[in-house]
């Protein structure tokens, strides 16, 4: 069993910088690969970055590439997602979601959390 939180989301104007992070507990965190998703109102979930367990090797969606970055302190249980250059087409949900699987697909994460709210609006 493994639990995420998510937090950091709010309200950014277009252009902007948020970092969200992502707290773990339960499993060894190491022992994941953790991924980003988002999802808008009224369309389905997406992936946006992923980072590997042990290897620090990263993926990220081609619409998101160059802006956002993600990242994971191991020691503390944490993983992060830099988002620079932010625009209206950012706002969604933010979840932080683990797997023991190297693949990219929300089908392939076995833990979620509940998510965090990020508006990009002027």
């Known amino acids: 069993q493994v639990q995420l939180v998510e937090s950091g989301g709010g309200l950014v104007q277009p252009g902007g910088s948020l970092r969200l992070s992502c707290a773990a507990s339960?499993?060894?965190?190491?022992?994941?690969?953790m991924g980003w998703f988002r999802q808008a109102p009224g369309q389905e979930r997406e992936f946006v970055a992923r980072?590997?367990?042990?290897?620090?090797?990263?993926a990220n969606a081609g619409s998101v590439k160059g802006r956002f970055t993600i990242s994971r302190v191991n020691a503390q249980n944490m993983a992060y997602l830099q988002m620079n250059s932010l625009q209206p087409d950012g706002t969604a949900v933010y979840y932080c979601?683990?797997?023991?699987?190297?693949?990219?697909?929300?089908?392939?994460?076995?833990?979620w959390g509940q998510g965090t709210q990020l508006t990009v609006s002027s």
């Open positions: 980072i590997h367990w042990t290897e620090g090797l990263t």
């Open positions: 339960g499993r060894t965190f190491s022992s994941y690969a």
């Open positions: 979601a683990a797997t023991q699987k190297d693949e990219l697909a929300p089908s392939d994460y076995d833990y």
